[in-house]
């Protein structure tokens, strides 16, 4: 029986408010199969370079032309050596490093349930990322903290780190009069 199971990972991402609630964003995202099993495996043999360390944030995931038409990239999640298209901002949510209270991990499994969740919580303060715009404005759609890509990686040395998952969307931007809440749940499934 067992050998007929085949593991599902799926990923979910969803983006508020972290003041008034509203939902900014929620959609699934792309997994990075490859690399995700092979973090899977370097966790389970307790090998470095396996668990999720850190969120990752980026604005080249999409362009917009002179007319304002919208082109999304797809998400990159082929090679193992792939990544954000341009990543701008990181914080660490591995509770075992330099992670804040407000960025963390949480594992959710109901007994008998044949999935369990990891949730991602990653709370972007009011305060950062430093340098960024005072209002939410903002008509560079190429700005800094313009963020239009969000992807889940690993720790690494020399560039080791791995592309876990990798998520595209309407852009949305980061400045001092918000903070953002982003909940990144990565569901695996043996059904």
Request: aromatic share 8%.
């Amino acid at each position: 029986m067992f050998d007929q199971i085949e593991p599902m990972i799926q990923g979910f991402v969803k983006i508020t408010d972290a003041e008034t609630g509203e939902i900014l964003l929620e959609r699934r995202n792309a997994i990075h199969f490859e690399n995700m099993s092979v973090a899977i495996a370097r966790s389970l043999a307790n090998q470095p370079n396996g668990p999720i360390y850190k969120m990752c944030f980026g604005n080249g995931g999409s362009t917009v032309n002179g007319l304002g038409i919208v082109t999304y990239l797809p998400p990159n999640v082929q090679g193992q050596n792939a990544d954000l298209y341009n990543q701008t901002f990181e914080k660490i949510v591995d509770a075992g490093s330099d992670a804040t209270a407000d960025s963390y991990m949480t594992v959710i499994h109901q007994t008998n349930a044949l999935f369990t969740d990891i949730v991602i919580t990653c709370l972007l303060g009011f305060a950062e990322p430093a340098s960024q715009e005072v209002f939410d404005d903002g008509t560079d759609m190429n700005g800094q903290y313009m963020f239009d890509e969000i992807g889940l990686k690993t720790s690494g040395e020399n560039g080791e780190e791995m592309l876990l998952s990798h998520v595209i969307f309407n852009t949305i931007q980061k400045s001092l009069n918000r903070s953002l809440r982003i909940q990144y749940t990565i569901r695996i499934q043996m059904a």
